[in-house]
């Protein structure tokens, strides 16, 4: 589908309305009775879903697993390489950037980011696994970028100060070249446009 070149205030409206509708679906459980429903309003505005793509290149990634959501589902050491993978499609729950019957690899550039986003409790026996490219092909990716990590600020070790104005450079320039992106846009289509990147960050990090 092609963006229009604007959208009236009522077409604007409307769309803003169904965001509000996806953050309060957003608060509960996707479940059988309300994921038709969430997809069909998500598939409505998706269309308005500008996005800054940018690549890079790897030669490894690293996925981490939590031991126990193994079956059988013990705490226990893993013992065959296959208890590593993503599942197959037939047994892919929903999940993050997949719907139930879509495996998808879950990994990060960094063994730490791995470990904030699984986030195993206290006693968990976790598995850590190094995936190498057989070539070094750019990876294509789609950053989510618009919120800047201030919700906890930093504290200076040393001194127990608070480190105050703390921006992720990355995360800025990505904004930036969003913004530059969308600065020719006509004003409800910019605003509306603003409001899917917002509520796309805003809702992806949640479990």
Not at 70 to 78: G, K, Q, S, V
Not at 169 to 191: C, D, G, P, V
Request: net charge neutral; with cysteine.
């Amino acid at each position: 589908m092609i963006i229009p070149s604007e959208i009236s205030d009522y077409e604007l409206f409307l769309n803003k309305k169904h965001i509000l509708i996806l953050k309060e679906l957003s608060k509960r459980e996707i479940t059988e009775e309300n994921v038709q429903f969430t997809i069909s309003l998500l598939d409505h505005f998706f269309i308005y879903f500008v996005y800054c793509k940018d690549e890079c290149s790897l030669d490894k990634i690293f996925r981490l697993t939590i031991n126990k959501n193994i079956p059988p589902n013990t705490n226990e050491r893993l013992k065959f390489i296959k208890n590593l993978k993503y599942p197959p499609d037939n047994k892919a729950k929903m999940g993050r950037c997949n719907l139930r019957g879509q495996s998808i690899l879950y990994a990060s550039l960094m063994s730490m980011t791995s470990l904030d986003e699984m986030k195993p409790k206290a006693g968990d026996l976790i598995t850590e696994s190094v995936w190498k490219a057989k070539s070094l092909k750019p990876l294509v990716y789609i950053p989510i970028f618009s919120n800047q990590p201030t919700n906890e600020p930093m504290i200076n070790i040393e001194t127990g100060e608070t480190i105050p104005y703390l921006t992720n450079i990355r995360t800025y320039e990505m904004n930036e070249k969003f913004q530059q992106q969308i600065s020719h846009y006509a004003k409800n289509l910019k605003e509306l446009c603003l409001s899917v990147i917002q509520f796309i960050t805003d809702t992806f990090p949640k479990e």
